[in-house]
Every structure is written in C-alpha cells, then in structure tokens.
C-alpha cells in the first residue's frame, strides 16, 4: 500500500525482536488460512478467518482502516486474484479452480507492524501460471540474496530483473517495497527494477520489504474505480510475494517466517 515515507531508521535490537514477533503473526495467519484457499471459498470469509485470528493474538489488522478517510481500506486481508496485482479488496467473490490469489497480511503488534504476501494457487493451475508464480518467488528470493550491510537498494531490483525478464516476465515498477517499523510505511522505497551497486548503501538494523510484483504480460497497471484495486492493463495474471527483513553483517534477517 503506498503512503508518505518517512527517514530511514536504523531498528535497535529489542524493537526488532518485537518485529519479529509481529512478522511470526503474519506467517502464522499465513498458515491458519491454507487449509481454506480452495475452490468454492469466498474471500470475505477469509478475510474473517484472518482477522479473528490476529485479534485473538492480541493484535490489530492493519490494513483495516488504512488510508484516506474518505475511501478507508475496507479489509484485513489484502485478496488479489489473477489479473489483480495489489490491494485487491476481499469481497463475496469465491474462489474457482485455476484461480491464483495473492494474501497480503499486514499486523500491528506492541507499536511495531509486520507485512508479507504469499500467492497461492487454487487448486490445478496452467503450466503458464505456476510457471508465472514460481518465478515470482524465486526472483523475491533473488532479492532477498543480495543484502546485507553495505550492499544497495539498486542489487535488489536488479537480482529481481535478472531473473524475471529473460523468461518473458515483466515486473511491476509502479508499487514497491518499503521501510517498516512504529509505521507500515517508511523510507527506504525499494523499487524491484535496479542497476547493480548504485542506490542508498544498506545499514546494519534497517528493516524493509522486498516485494516483487511479476506479470505475465505487460507491467503496465490500472486502478479500478473502487480507488484500491491495481490490476494489469491486459487483464493478464500477476503475483506477488513478500517478506519483511532487517538488514545483518551476514545478509538478510527474514521476519515474517
């Protein structure tokens, strides 16, 4: 979700272990809903699922409410199906064989947020798809490989690239990752496209997400009228994975496993 960043801050370690036990809510809601994501379930009953699970816990959904007050996030979950690339709203629609659906969870736990994506599959998809979602998470992977202190935002996008783009997919540069801490959004923007060894230097204690958006046509993107959903101009698939990291000597620190 976009939002005015703020300046890089450098997490000291008792915050971070606070983050990572907001990231381990969102991969344990991860898990909770797995069991349901199959042909014939809906997405607003997921979207229950979800939030009765990390109300239970003690903590707050955060996309609910999120945004504009004008046009506030109506969700807790973010539910992208197909052709839809983000913030997808998680509405009556159920799901059918075929489908893909990127889940983006987002929790706020003790002052501090944790956020990550997974993109299933329901139940038999096309070669193509799974090829698309496979891929996706390797080049998420890819990312996730080149940090560590001293490394650049730009190693990122471009480990993204280079594995993404010679197998015919095209990457999303409109929505990207972001800082995280005491707000879901803060500096540094971490864009998934990038040139190696240039861009802001990486810093022990920093904590960003890495969340490319692959699609299997063109990058371009389109907002629906509902002011949220962001789906590709051909109506093509897309998907996405994320992880929430923070930034060692040794390299990336995942959070939300």
């Known amino acids: 979700m976009s939002a005015l960043r703020r300046r890089v801050s450098i997490k000291r370690p008792k915050d971070i272990e606070i983050?990572?036990?907001?990231?381990?809510?969102?991969?344990?809601?991860?898990?909770?809903?797995?069991?349901?994501i199959k042909p014939g379930?809906?997405?607003?009953?997921?979207?229950?699922?979800?939030?009765?699970?990390?109300?239970?816990?003690?903590?707050?959904?955060?996309?609910?409410?999120?945004?504009?007050?004008?046009?506030p996030f109506p969700g807790t979950i973010c539910a992208s199906v197909n052709e839809t690339i983000c913030h997808g709203i998680p509405d009556s629609r159920e799901l059918r064989d075929g489908d893909i659906v990127g889940m983006d969870i987002g929790v706020l736990l003790d002052g501090?947020?944790?956020d990550a994506c997974y993109t299933y599959t329901v139940g038999q998809v096309t070669p193509e798809v799974q090829g698309l979602v496979d891929t996706?998470?390797?080049?998420?992977?890819?990312?996730?490989?080149?940090?560590?202190?001293?490394s650049r935002l730009g190693d990122i996008g471009a480990a993204i690239q280079e594995?993404?783009?010679?197998?015919?997919?095209?990457?999303?540069?409109?929505?990207?990752?972001h800082g995280i801490g005491h707000d879901l959004h803060e500096d540094p923007t971490v864009f998934h496209k990038g040139v190696r060894y240039t861009g802001m230097k990486l810093e022990e204690g920093m904590v960003?997400?890495?969340?490319?958006?692959?699609?299997?046509?063109?990058?371009?993107?389109e907002l629906l009228s509902d002011?949220?959903?962001?789906?590709?101009?051909?109506?093509?698939?897309?998907?996405?994975?994320?992880h929430t990291l923070v930034v060692t000597k040794k390299g990336a620190d995942l959070l939300t496993v």
């Open 136 to 150: 996706t998470r390797e080049a998420m992977d890819a990312g996730i490989a080149t940090v560590r202190a001293g």
């Open 41 to 71: 379930a809906s997405l607003a009953e997921l979207d229950r699922i979800a939030e009765e699970h990390i109300r239970a816990a003690g903590a707050l959904p955060a996309y609910l409410g999120y945004g504009p007050k004008s046009n």
């Open 227 to 242: 002011g949220w959903t962001v789906v590709t101009r051909d109506r093509r698939p897309s998907a996405q994975f994320e």
């Open 19 to 36: 983050m990572r036990r907001a990231g381990g809510l969102v991969a344990e809601t991860f898990r909770v809903l797995d069991p349901y």
């Open 208 to 221: 960003f997400t890495i969340e490319p958006m692959l699609n299997l046509g063109t990058a371009e993107t």
């Open 112 to 114: 501090f947020y944790g």
């Open 163 to 177: 594995i993404a783009e010679p197998r015919g997919y095209s990457v999303v540069e409109e929505y990207t990752g």
